[in-house]
């Protein structure tokens, strides 16, 4: 361990042996040497301090390291990790990088990958073994490897072993050690490792090269110390820890006056943002919102939701509308108690829906929408009835829905689980059947409605029609000029369809009032 991990209580961090890749015995050398990241670790966390640095900067040493050369990021996975993509566009152009949209034409290609289910996985890995030719081609170019996948040690051994076109593999924690780790990656031809397990900082100050400039993504905080049974990601993107206000703040003023129209903060469980920051008592989400919502931007969202932490305070926020949209994405993950009790959330199918209750009191225009898990280990029938008949009852509009898929290193995976696989399948097909109808329920209520659209651009299967979505995030297709993309505009609703609506543009919409109501009827 160096000065800086022993600071951090980090567990492990790689030697890059001096030898060559091309040798036999090349990763048993390494496992001697290198402490794999370890789920365990991830876990024994306690109530060490959060240091909070503002002061990144691209050291003299790195800079230029990047001129005449490009890089292509490859993103999968969640808002999060699109984000993370962004930091480290911002860091690679810092260093002098060229960003271009192929990999043939890159001399760094890196995968930002996602561990949460088995499939996720597999596509990184079918994606590694398609660049090994690019490798051979072109014997100079880096292919990177982070992510949250790079936060398991079963990963890690696995590439180390079996992937050796692979010259660099850092985690969640370390993208801020980017210009460090391509740095070591040309010095030696060794597969540089850098992962850390355990992570207890805020880093403010990154660089970004942001997609797009009408909708942005603000990150309020980092990791989840929720440790659902079944979830992977309280080992790969560690502890829950907050960004200050202030610096939230300060960021979602800076987007605004650069002209973006929505703002979404993200954060793995950002309902429990601000329990860690020790000197700002019983401050939490509500409090956060109620400042951001008197900042002049047309859009603020937030995702993802946990029932548990949602709190009185936060619905009270919410209820004021004016930039905070009417959806809340609130994952429910099934309708039993019994199941919810094994995926240890915290909460019943009564809490949960004793908070919806809540939340269409005090507004009963939102629009809720969710996660579910189907087949969790030893699922009886009637458990996955409950899920359906509490889909109904909430009338949730639309969900994200996913057969359980263990991971290794979480309880779940350790449990025995007697429910076969087309049992899965056709309870998660009866689950989408319902989403589809609920969905196509919700739409109807648009017919003939106007909505407040902010256009996204040209719609990915007919570049003659615009898209983009309406606050409660419902897709709208229409006809107008590509000058309205960017802007807010008043759409008439022609045809409603199962995923999304069709409608007539009529006119920009008045945007930029901070207290505009919405002309939504739902
Ligand atoms: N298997 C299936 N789905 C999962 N999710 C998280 N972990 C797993 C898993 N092991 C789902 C949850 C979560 C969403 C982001 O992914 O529904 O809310
Ligand atoms: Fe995973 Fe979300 Fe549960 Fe955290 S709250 S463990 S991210 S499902």
Same mark, same amino acid.
């Given at each position: 361990?160096?000065?800086e ?11 890059t042996?001096?030898?060559?890749? /091309?040798? %036999? ?23 060490e301090?959060?240091?909070y ?10 800079? #230029?390291?990047?001129?005449?050369k ?6 999968y #996975?969640c808002?999060?990790?699109?984000h ?6 911002g ?15 890159a ?21 590694? #073994?398609?660049?090994?030719h ?22 890690v ?23 460090k ?8 031809k060794a ?13 403010e100050n990154?660089p ?6 009408i909708?942005a993504?603000?990150?309020? &905080? ?19 820890? /907050? ?9 979602v003023?800076?987007?605004? @006056? ?11 469980n950002v309902? @429990? ?35 548990r ?5 936060l619905i ?7 930039n ?21 959330r ?15 009191? @005090? ?18 029938n ?9 889909y ?5 509009e ?15 995976? %350790? ?5 076969p696989?087309?049992v899965?399948?056709?309870r998660?097909?009866r ?7 609920f ?25 003659d ?7 409660r /995030?419902?897709?709208v ?6 000058? &309205?993309?960017? +802007?807010?505009? +008043? ?13 007539e543009?009529?006119?920009e919409?008045s945007?930029?009032?901070?207290f505009?109501?919405?002309v939504?009827?739902?």
């Open positions: 361990m160096n000065e991990q022993r600071k951090h209580g980090q567990q492990s961090k790689s030697a042996p001096s030898d060559q890749k /091309s040798e %036999k015995d090349y990763s048993k050398y390494f496992q001697s040497v290198y402490v794999p990241p370890s789920l365990k670790d991830a876990k024994k966390r306690g109530k301090e959060i240091s640095h503002s002061d990144f900067t691209i050291e003299d040493q790195y800079r #230029g390291l990047g001129n005449g490009k890089f292509y990021i490859r993103t #996975g808002q999060m990790n699109e993370d993509t962004e930091v480290m566009a860091i690679f152009m810092a260093l002098g990088y060229e960003a271009t949209n192929t990999t043939e034409d001399d760094v290609i890196l995968l930002n990958t996602c561990a949460i289910r088995e499939n996720a996985e597999n596509k990184v890995f079918g994606e590694l #073994g398609h660049l090994k690019l490798k051979r081609e072109k014997p100079e170019l880096l292919i990177g490897v982070c992510g949250c996948m790079s936060q398991e040690e079963s990963v051994n696995k590439i180390l072993k079996t992937y050796q076109q692979v010259d660099m593999i850092f985690g969640t924690h370390n993208i801020h050690r980017l210009p780790i391509l740095s070591d990656a040309y010095m030696s597969m540089v490792v850098e992962v850390w397990s355990k992570e207890g900082d805020v880093i990154l970004k090269v942001r997609r797009g400039n909708k993504w603000v990150n309020i &905080m980092y990791g989840c110390d929720k440790f659902c049974t079944y979830c992977i990601v309280p080992y790969t993107r560690g502890k829950e820890r /907050s960004r200050r206000p202030e610096e939230i703040i300060q960021e003023r800076h987007l605004a @006056a650069q002209g973006y129209q929505e703002i979404t903060l993200l954060g793995q309902n @429990a943002y601000g329990k860690d920051i020790e000197d700002l008592e019983q401050y939490g989400l509500g409090d956060l919102m109620d400042e951001l919502r008197k900042i002049d931007i047309p859009r603020i969202r937030f995702t993802t939701s946990h029932p932490d949602f709190d009185d305070h009270e926020v919410l209820a004021k509308k004016g905070l949209v009417e959806h809340i994405h609130l994952p429910v993950q099934s309708g039993s108690t019994d199941v919810l009790k094994i995926m240890a915290k909460y019943s199918r009564e809490q949960f829906l004793e908070l919806v209750r809540k939340i269409k009191l @005090a507004m009963p225009d939102v629009s809720l929408t969710t996660d579910i898990i189907v087949g969790y280990p030893n699922e009886t009637e458990q996955f009835e409950e899920t359906l008949s509490l109904r009852e909430v009338g949730f639309s969900a994200y829905t996913y057969i359980y898929s263990p991971r290794e290193g979480t309880p779940a995976a %350790k449990m025995n689980d007697n429910v696989m087309e899965k399948k056709e998660l097909q689950l989408n059947a319902l989403v589809k109808e969905s196509a329920e919700a739409m109807k209520k648009y017919q003939g409605q106007v909505v407040e659209v902010l256009v996204d651009g040209e719609s990915k299967k007919n570049p029609v615009l898209a983009g979505y309406t606050r /995030s419902k897709l297709n229409f006809k107008a000029p590509n000058s &309205m993309i960017g +802007k807010i505009v +008043k759409v008439k609703i022609i045809e409603a369809k199962s995923w999304s609506l069709d409608g543009f009529i006119e919409g945007i930029g009032t901070e505009q109501e919405p939504e009827v739902n």
